[in-house]
């Protein structure tokens, strides 16, 4: 019998920072066997996120699932984490480098 997944402290609150950012989120959590604990989706753009707190670490099973995938799954810590990986991603999906000062 499978025990029910363990969610991590900080989800609540990294969850709501990406839905107030303007995110869909979806958790995977129950999912388990080493599927990431929420997808997001923001501006036409997927992301898998893994949660930990922050001195939280990706188990074996996780690990090996991960490297399987053909894309990114990001590991997240923090609320600003997450909401710089859904910015950042979507600004270069729209050709807005914002160090180089382009639109």
Same mark, same amino acid.
């Given at each position: =019998?499978?025990?029910? $997944?363990?969610?991590?402290?900080? +989800?609540?609150?990294?969850?709501?920072?990406?839905?107030?950012? !303007?995110?869909?989120?979806?958790?995977?959590? &129950?999912?388990? &066997?080493?599927?990431?604990?929420? %997808?997001?989706?923001? $501006?036409?753009?997927?992301?898998? =996120?893994?949660? #930990?707190?922050?001195? !939280?670490?990706?188990?074996?099973? +996780?690990?090996?699932? =991960?490297?399987? +995938? #053909?894309?990114?799954?990001?590991?997240?810590?923090?609320?600003? &984490?997450?909401?710089?990986?859904?910015? +950042?991603?979507?600004?270069? $999906? %729209? !050709?807005?480098?914002?160090? #180089? !000062?382009?639109?």
């Amino acid at each position: =019998m499978r025990r029910a $997944a363990k969610v991590d402290g900080n +989800q609540a609150e990294i969850i709501k920072a990406l839905r107030d950012s !303007g995110a869909s989120v979806t958790s995977l959590h &129950q999912v388990g &066997q080493g599927v990431p604990d929420i %997808l997001v989706s923001h $501006a036409g753009v997927w992301y898998l =996120m893994e949660l #930990k707190t922050p001195k !939280g670490s990706v188990n074996e099973i +996780q690990s090996e699932w =991960m490297k399987k +995938q #053909k894309a990114p799954v990001y590991v997240v810590r923090t609320p600003i &984490q997450a909401c710089e990986i859904i910015g +950042q991603t979507w600004r270069t $999906a %729209l !050709g807005d480098d914002l160090e #180089k !000062g382009t639109r």
